[in-house]
């Protein structure tokens, strides 16, 4: 078949004088009126583009992020698809478009000494959210953190950078697919070009998209009928088909019957289907080097021959289509600004298999996430005065997540091992409860807990605190452990405590010696204190006045079988009774506190309203010592919690017990799983934290399990994982569990009394500590030490959280 100018080119010289007198004609006729204002409105018309187009740019660059994105531990191949598939949603309708542009995304591997990282750069123009959400719904568990957009390539503007880059486009028309089937991860070689990189050396690979529609696609389908009809596809080789005669094809040969031409009609019919993006892919490395080293052109081709490496990795997309490389002027600025004029044309299928997640399980460098994000469930609290404070979201939009003060009293669980911020939490907890006016107990064993909270306290609240601390020179508050209405349950349970504290070294005997003295001291002192103990074993006198002030008879009989002793045999039956109360009451902080004589605290005004912070420094005190007094305390507690079976339901205010490394206090009488099942009804709700299941005997793991309904889990072993992820599943597996970042926590709440599914969140740090205030609430809590009337909490005088609201801005 001829060309269409067949004809004319049988005479061109005529045809061609022909065209030249025309053009001379016009020319000379209308040129000098014309011409000059034809030259100015096309000049005109490309300025003002180009200043739209910088304009538009510069819209979307305001209020631009960075997602960073850390990979689960188990990446779908599908995931890239699904998430380009949701971004299609970017696209603007026409008028839009041509007004204000069309928003483009960046996807970027960033190397460096210490690995690779992945992020995706988002427009200011898109709305927050948007895409943090289509990532964790393309790949459930990954990670997202936003931050504003800043360059790749991290060089100060005053240093001396050395620098290389280029830019990868489609070698022939944007009709033709590259390869994007592999049996592999096929970015496996583009991760590991960078591989060593120096100290200062950065490299960043960038894939620029935006979908597209309309006039865009209409281009790409003619150069596909171009294909398809064997013609050109390029601006001068549809000019040289206009001029040219074409070559006949046979009349016998089909397309459709060759194999190749066949192949390739059928992946440019694929690619046409579904979305597309306009793509440009960019890359550049840099490295700062001093002005005059002489070793710069080195530097300069060690980059070079990385740069080459990073191109060459792309060859593995070639197929119908390949990549060449073209220049980038200016590298740092171009991959800084991060603008896409126009690229060549990509299916979804293409898309993802250059930009996504690496699916391989072991690439070096790359930082995963530890555990699988999973947003928190519908319903679940937010912010507010009745609510408790867990963490923020670390799945989609961060929003905070809490607990309601209802559901609390159902009790929180705390696991999680040294380090990864139980105490953050806690402390949270602890300052919105004294915010909010609600009384609360807190057993610190180690007293970091208590002094972070004490120099976060607001300065209003120093009345309401209540500190036994025991590195403190400060007389202490007295919490005499013998007061009590009910004498009997006031021994039994100080009993029972000494019994569990010291059962490595305990006996029938000791026990019988100890209940009997306490039974004794509680008939005859008015006030009765642990120091008169020793003195009622050892003092004959003491004794005798004893058995004479004993009602009971079984009492009586006791001293008198205690005096009938031999001194060497009396000596002996309380030896162990004794060591263990002189190794007790030696210590200043024990005497002053636990036998200084009467209280100071009253356990029902700390509930209503009171902050009674116990601050045990193991090392002060001893393990034994402290887990005594914590114990006492706990016991304290309790009672003033059933005290308040007295006062009507609806009268009773929400108060918290805070005990942490839960395990060493625990020992009472009263068992603790029936204590979980009763304290919700007096408005006590308790959270218990510590390290690890097996420091719980038996019993009291289960009674937890089932009564401390409200769990978090930080990073916990794989064994705890095991028997934790029966309360998390199928949202969330051992795996998981044992696999949590630093201050990232599994969740399971009580959500309106029922059990709402697990969730993954991060826990976030304390208000700022307030320099002096720590020592400006001790002064103030001191006069809590002293005597006081008994109607601290009357209506007149009880703690108002709105009165106390009122000073916050006096405070901070």
């Not at 009384?439 to 209540?466: A, C, F, Q, T, Y």
């Not at 507690?637 to 009773?652: E, K, L, M, N, V």
């Amino acid at each position: 078949m001829s060309g269409p100018l067949e004809v004319v080119l049988s005479d061109p010289t005529f045809v061609f004088r022909a065209i030249l007198d025309t053009l001379w004609t016009v020319t000379t006729t209308w040129g000098p009126t014309t011409g000059p204002a034809t030259a100015a409105i096309v000049a005109a018309m490309l300025v003002g583009r180009r200043v739209w187009w910088r304009h538009t740019q510069q819209r979307m660059a305001e209020g631009a992020r960075v997602i960073s994105i850390l990979a689960p531990p188990t990446v779908d191949p599908d995931g890239a698809s699904a998430l380009f598939a949701n971004l299609v949603g970017l696209l603007r309708p026409g008028w839009a478009r041509r007004v204000h542009g069309q928003p483009h995304i960046v996807w970027e591997y960033a190397f460096a000494q210490h690995g690779v990282s992945i992020q995706l750069w988002v427009p200011g123009t898109v709305p927050p959210g948007m895409a943090e959400r289509a990532i964790t719904a393309a790949w459930p568990g990954a990670h997202t953190t936003t931050k504003p957009a800043t360059p790749t390539l991290p060089f100060p503007a005053d240093t001396t950078i050395a620098s290389v880059g280029g830019e990868l486009r489609l070698a022939r028309s944007e009709a033709l697919p590259i390869r994007h089937e592999f049996p592999t991860d096929p970015i496996r070689p583009l991760l590991a070009a960078p591989a060593g990189l120096g100290s200062t050396e950065h490299a960043v690979v960038q894939i620029l998209a935006r979908p597209v529609t309309g006039a865009r696609l209409r281009r790409a389908r003619r150069a596909a009928r171009r294909i398809r009809a064997g013609r050109s596809t390029t601006a001068v080789g549809r000019l040289l088909d206009l001029t040219t005669p074409r070559p006949r094809r046979a009349p016998s040969v089909d397309r459709q019957t060759v194999m190749e031409n066949s192949a390739q009609d059928k992946a440019i019919v694929t690619k046409q289907r579904g979305a597309q993006y306009e793509t440009r892919i960019r890359y550049a490395l840099a490295t700062r080097i001093v002005a005059d080293d002489p070793n710069r052109a080195a530097v300069r081709d060690h980059l070079r021959g990385r740069a080459h490496a990073i191109a060459a990795a792309f060859a593995g997309f070639s197929g119908h289509n390949y990549y060449r490389r073209t220049r980038l002027r200016h590298p740092l600025r171009a991959t800084a600004d991060r603008h896409l004029a126009g690229g060549d044309l990509l299916s979804i299928a293409e898309l993802a298999v250059l930009a996504h997640l690496p699916t391989d399980d072991t690439v070096p460098g790359l930082q995963r996430a530890g555990a699988q994000a999973v947003p928190p469930p519908p319903g679940i609290a937010t912010t507010g005065e009745n609510v408790k404070p867990i963490g923020v979201t670390d799945a989609g939009h961060e929003r905070p997540v809490g607990l309601y003060v209802s559901d609390a009293r159902h009790h929180l669980h705390i696991l999680g091992a040294t380090g990864s911020g139980k105490s953050e939490l806690m402390g949270n907890l602890i300052l919105a409860d004294a915010d909010a006016g609600r009384g609360l107990v807190v057993i610190d064993p180690k007293g970091d807990l208590v002094e972070d909270v004490l120099m976060r306290l607001p300065r209003r609240l120093g009345h309401r605190v209540v500190l036994l601390d025991a590195d403190s020179r400060a007389r202490p508050p007295i919490l005499n452990p013998l007061e009590g209405e009910d004498t009997d349950r006031v021994v039994d349970n100080l009993v029972s405590i000494f019994s569990r504290v010291y059962s490595g070294s305990w006996g029938p005997r000791t026990e019988d010696i100890l209940r009997a003295g306490l039974l004794t001291l509680s008939a005859l002192n008015t006030v009765p204190v642990l120091t008169d103990l020793p003195e009622l074993l050892t003092n004959p006198t003491k004794r005798h006045q004893a058995i004479e002030a004993a009602g009971d008879p079984i009492l009586a009989g006791f001293w008198q079988w205690f005096d009938a002793l031999s001194d060497p045999a009396r000596a002996h039956v309380t030896a162990p009774l004794m060591n263990k109360l002189r190794g007790l009451l030696l210590r200043r902080f024990v005497r002053e506190s636990l036998a200084g004589g009467a209280s100071t605290v009253d356990m029902d005004d700390v509930l209503d309203g009171m902050l009674l912070l116990v601050r045990l420094g193991k090392d002060a005190l001893g393990m034994d010592t402290a887990r005594l007094i914590g114990s006492i305390v706990v016991a304290r507690t309790w009672q003033a919690a059933t005290r308040r079976a007295r006062i009507a339901q609806r009268d009773r205010r929400d108060s918290s017990l805070y005990i942490d490394e839960c395990h060493n206090f625990l020992h009472l009488a009263y068992p603790m799983e029936d204590m979980l099942a009763e304290a919700r009804g007096y408005r006590l709700s308790m959270v218990l934290a510590h390290q690890y299941l097996r420091q719980l005997p038996r019993e009291l793991e289960e009674g937890i399990s089932t009564n401390a309904r409200s769990k978090v889990v930080f990073n916990a072993s794989p064994e705890d994982a095991r028997i934790m992820a029966r309360h998390t599943l199928p949202q969330l597996t051992e795996h998981d569990l044992s696999h949590l970042d630093r201050f990232h926590i599994a969740a399971r709440l009580v959500l309106d009394s029922g059990d709402a599914p697990a969730f993954t969140a991060r826990t976030t740090t304390m208000r700022p500590a307030m320099p002096g205030r720590a020592r400006t609430i001790r002064r103030r809590s001191r006069v809590n030490a002293k005597p006081r009337p008994t109607t601290l909490c009357t209506e007149s005088n009880r703690p108002d959280p709105r009165r106390d609201a009122a000073g916050a801005a006096r405070d901070h």
